[in-house]
């Protein structure tokens, strides 16, 4: 373990105080411009850190809820197609946001930078009421409203997680472990309206992030009483319509 | 430092999803969620105490991780310590912000029983233990003002507000505690 004494015995405690977390704002952004030029005080920061992050394994941990993943990926551009990683980090020359040494231990928020790139998935969820079942020609338009499902395997262990944008009709399907099938098959989506048949929503590549089209029909179905599930099918789809391989995963819809 | 194989292997994990995600594997970063989000959302719903800040924190710690992990090493850090001290570092400026925002503080006075329970207790890592032993030494009060500190992320002002003492009392409290933290923890 790193520890930095001072001639008097007396490590800085700025150090400490900085990562307890006892300073106010303005005494961190001093703390933080001082770490770039300040290696004492960066080690004492360095060996707090260690010395005190043990106490988090009091807290509990707690699933946070599904369309956070999405939103992360979405804000990121990550997923699918788009493999792109996302714009660099503006580059003020020797600024705070390029020190390498900084954001190795501190970690110090990017807020500022993260101006968002506003995606559809970055608003904010709303819970959705139950469609009424006959919508009529004069539905108003709602509001931007989502619904998630986690659609799990039969072990429990989460497969994908779908978000889908009622207002805009589209979907976004995660897989939460990525899942490897048979090279001559593939994965389709089915929505199960109570008692009904499923309904195919699409073909997906299983370990890759997916966006997808919600046709109005599909989305006038969409309910926390309908179930998303997925069935190993032959290349490009069943050829039925219906799904004709096992359901590998599946998971109810919950407002957001 | 002595662990259980399996915490071990645990550890080796992480910090090998963390290295990777450094390097842009988008596999490795959904894996890194996959096995760390449930653990760093508590921690800001613990500081922050509102499932959407929380969120909207997680979702900027993982924005974080991606474009900041190349700057993690592992021969420094575990990644656990690395991203943990992310999750408190970005809580603890939102707290700021909030308190920018509103002027007041919004927290019910008093502290929180942030005693863990006995059975996590048990479940916790060796240097856990060796702090908690540290802690044990302090006194009760300045123990908890520690302990309040680092799970609510206040500042010295709302520490001395909530307990009732003035501001220098508190200073020295807090400042005593971490020396003797520090001694105790090298012994």
């Not at chain 2, 909207?56 to 991780?65: K, N």
Request: aromatic share 4%; hydrophobic share 40%; glycine share 6%.
């Amino acid at each position: 373990m790193t520890t930095t004494t001072d001639p008097h015995g007396h490590e800085k405690l700025r150090g400490a105080e900085y990562v307890l977390g006892v300073l106010d704002a303005e005494q961190r952004r001093e703390v933080e411009r001082q770490l770039l030029d300040d290696p004492e005080l960066a080690a004492a920061v360095e060996a707090w850190q260690e010395r005190l992050a043990p106490l988090a394994e009091e807290i509990a941990a707690t699933q946070p809820a599904a369309y956070v993943w999405p939103r992360i990926l979405a804000e990121l551009g990550l997923g699918g197609s788009v493999m792109a990683r996302s714009a660099p980090e503006p580059s003020a020359s020797g600024g705070l946001w390029n020190n390498l040494r900084l954001w190795h231990w501190i970690g110090i928020g990017a807020s500022a930078v993260a101006a968002a790139c506003v995606v559809m998935l970055v608003t904010l969820p709303r819970p959705m009421p139950t469609p009424t079942p006959v919508p009529t020609a004069t539905t108003p338009t709602p509001p931007t409203t989502f619904m998630v499902a986690k659609i799990e395997q039969d072990n429990g262990v989460a497969g994908w997680t779908a978000t889908m944008d009622v207002t805009h009709h589209r979907m976004i399907l995660v897989p939460a472990t990525p899942q490897a099938i048979a090279s001559d098959r593939s994965t389709q989506l089915w929505l199960i309206p109570p008692g009904q048949k499923p309904v195919s929503v699409g073909v997906f590549i299983p370990d890759k992030a997916n966006s997808m089209d919600l046709p109005i029909a599909l989305v006038k179905q969409l309910s926390d009483k309908a179930l998303l599930a997925v069935s190993v099918e032959p290349k490009g789809g069943s050829p039925t319509g219906q799904p004709t391989g096992p359901v590998i995963a599946k998971g109810s819809i919950t407002g957001a | 430092m002595v662990q259980s194989p399996e915490a071990a292997i645990d550890r080796e994990q992480l910090a090998q999803l963390l290295t990777l995600s450094g390097r842009g594997d988008e596999k490795a970063f959904a894996q890194l969620y996959e096995r760390s989000s449930a653990k760093l959302y508590g921690v800001c719903l613990r500081m922050l105490r509102d499932r959407g800040e929380a969120e909207d924190t997680l979702q900027e710690i993982f924005t974080t991780v991606w474009r900041r992990a190349s700057s993690f090493d592992a021969s420094k850090a575990s990644a656990m310590t690395w991203l943990i001290t992310l999750s408190r570092n970005k809580s603890i400026d939102r707290l700021r912000k909030r308190h920018e925002a509103h002027g007041d503080d919004d927290m019910i006075d008093g502290l929180a029983d942030d005693a863990p329970s006995p059975a996590a207790h048990a479940q916790t890592s060796q240097e856990h233990q060796q702090l908690e032993h540290c802690l044990d030494e302090l006194e009760n009060k300045h123990r908890d003002a520690v302990r309040e500190a680092f799970f609510t992320g206040a500042t010295y002002n709302e520490l001395a507000d909530r307990c009732a003492v003035p501001l220098g009392t508190m200073k020295s409290w807090i400042r005593r505690s971490l020396i003797k933290l520090r001694t105790c923890l090298e012994r």
